[in-house]
């Protein structure tokens, strides 16, 4: 099972991005998907989480300026990024529990990471 992220790039404060996170592989079923990010020097932080029944949750500094969302049909999540701010530059994971096979474990499995710059 793999986690592939995309959608990262170059923007400008104020500006919007979109980014998305697909599970291959060997997929029976997802638990919770979640996106962390990392900036040169911090660690790396969770900033959104979605259950597999849709509970949402966001870090203070993302709140009502991210949006969190899965397309359960398609094995994807998304982090829908609006008025991004310089201090939102960082590499951006996703991270998933997914379980291969009815009554296997969960796995715990992280996306290779994509970059998000802001700049004036």
């Known amino acids: 099972v793999q986690l592939q992220a995309s959608g990262g790039g170059l923007v400008q404060p104020g500006g919007s991005l979109r980014l998305s996170c697909v599970a291959s592989?060997?997929?029976?079923?997802?638990?919770?998907m979640q996106w962390y990010r990392q900036a040169p020097g911090n660690q790396r932080e969770l900033i959104a989480a979605m259950t597999s029944g849709g509970g949402t949750h966001y870090d203070d500094s993302v709140k009502e300026r991210f949006t969190i969302s899965r397309d359960y049909a398609k094995n994807t999540v998304y982090l829908q990024m609006n008025t991004l701010k310089p201090e939102d530059t960082a590499v951006y994971y996703c991270?998933?529990?997914?379980?291969?096979?009815?009554?296997?474990?969960?796995?715990?499995?992280w996306g290779q990471g994509t970059q998000v710059t802001v700049f004036s």
């Open positions: 592989g060997r997929v029976f079923h997802i638990s919770g």
């Open positions: 991270n998933a529990q997914i379980r291969k096979v009815n009554g296997g474990r969960l796995y715990d499995i």
